[in-house]
């Protein structure tokens, strides 16, 4: 799909967003290995949390979408059933890798792979952490998808992570629900802890001590009610958008506000972003507010070791938001860049050199400097639905209507983007 985006005078009014997508991800897998009902409320409408519901519902899990909520009969620890086919992860690499942990301690064979670009992604990173644990896994290659897995009885291993990745120690804890003891992982820096607080709600032990944390194997987990926070990584796009786009003001409601995600609020405002945060509250052990944004001159600044690893999802729109700056944006320690559902590296590049916008490329990360100026330009998501979005922004400042061919991708995450986008810019 091709869809036109005007340049925009202001980013106003008021904005409620889909449930975040990390930790619908976890609440659809747990709440289909608990015993008994859970009820989800804000379940992220993206195509990927649909994909973890559709191989749930497919391991023999009860799922059912009934006046927005979305109801899981739980199987049990031990209830899951072998799937007739292949299971479908789409897209998403948080559900082949995540899932992964759970498939690999079950009786039978599973096959689970996903579209073109799931299938490039590299899987050793969660097949070496399960073999240590006791599973067989093959793969394309010895590491890309389709994923062949012969689960069965785990061990509990202490696995140090080699990269930064929630996915990775996500993927160890689940396989740690069914091993006879303790599973501890190390991590080399602070990541999304969703999981470890998901676990929690649904009767898990985990115990945190810095950065590594222990979960014991074989718990009873019992289903909840839930309520899902707003995706702070799809708010990015619309505080991007408010901080550049002149005369904007606007509210997000109800943004997940968990501290191993707003390492993106922090920098902005470092940057001199003007970002109030209103109402906190908390519930299933997030905490969520409402965040007020208004248009600001940003400086610009530099993304490095850790705190890269904090904003990895959101550096695609950050990049934009550089080029706006006074000074610019440098990305460094960003490899993993390359493997996400695009290279986003070459990607956000090809689009930057679409608009007329400087970027000076490096291995693992880039330079952009500050005060660009904006061309209209055809765009192009390739497929990712993080560049659909960040081009979509920076189109709103861009010097006449722009198109974005393949906005479709959008539905990844949030498929009410654009709808959501074309209200506030007016
Ligand atoms: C995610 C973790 C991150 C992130 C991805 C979602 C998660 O990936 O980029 O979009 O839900 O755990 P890594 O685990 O590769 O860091």
Known sequence: MREQIVPASAISGAVELPGDKSISHRYGMLAAIAEGATKIANYSSGADCRSTLECMRSLGAGVDIRDGLVCIAGQGLDGLREPAGMLDAGNSGSTIRMLSGILAAQSFVTRIGGDESLSRRPMDRIMNPLAEMGARIEARENRFPPLTIRGGRLHPIEY?????????????????????????????????????LALREFGADVEVQGRSITVTGRPRLVGKELRVPGDLSSAAFFLAAALMVRESALTIHNVGLNPTRTALLDFLAEMGAQIKILDVRAAGGELAGDVLVRKSAVRGGLLEKARTAALIDEIPVLAVLGAASEEGLVVRDAAELRVKETDRIATIAENFRRMGLKIEVRADGFEVPGRQSFHAAELDSFGDHRIAMAFAVAALIADGPSILEGSEAARVSFPEFFDTLHRVAG
């Open 160 to 196: 140090t992570l080699p990269v930064a990745s929630a996915q990775v120690k996500s993927c160890v804890l689940l396989a740690g629900l069914y091993a006879e003891g303790k599973t501890r992982v190390h991590e080399p820096v602070r990541t999304r802890d969703h999981t470890e």
